[in-house]
Nanobody, 120 residues
């Protein structure tokens, strides 16, 4: 089994920055794509950014130029650096990863979510 644990959310003023971190653990054989999604109240969960095992990235149009996703394959972690935050970035942010584990095969895993609030 695999597990994702997020950290780094919080309250920040508009224009500020936050960095989210997500660590994968468990009986992991390999990690494929890792990414971040978010869900605002009353809205569907949406993709924010994704990074492949080779380092290719893709971003939602709403965060391009402000957010940067990166990963440390040696530490099984994915980071989301969020700059120039806007009130509309307020949401619960979820880490996602496609993992292959020794005992459960390949599947999509989710973190528990971390709240990001952008407000003055």
């Amino acid at each position: 089994q695999g597990q994702l644990v997020e950290s780094g959310g919080g309250l920040v003023q508009p224009g500020g920055s936050l960095r989210l971190s997500c660590a994968a653990s468990g009986s992991i054989f390999s990690i494929y794509a890792m990414g971040w999604y978010r869900q605002a109240p009353g809205k569907q969960r949406e993709l924010v950014a994704v990074i492949t095992s080779g380092g290719s990235t893709n971003y939602a149009d709403s965060v391009k130029g402000r957010f940067t996703i990166s990963r440390d394959n040696a530490k099984n972690t994915v980071l989301l650096q969020m700059n120039s935050l806007k009130p509309e970035d307020t949401a619960v942010y979820y880490c996602n990863a496609r993992l292959k584990t020794y005992y459960s095969g390949t599947g999509d895993y989710w973190g528990q979510g971390t709240q990001v609030t952008v407000s003055s």
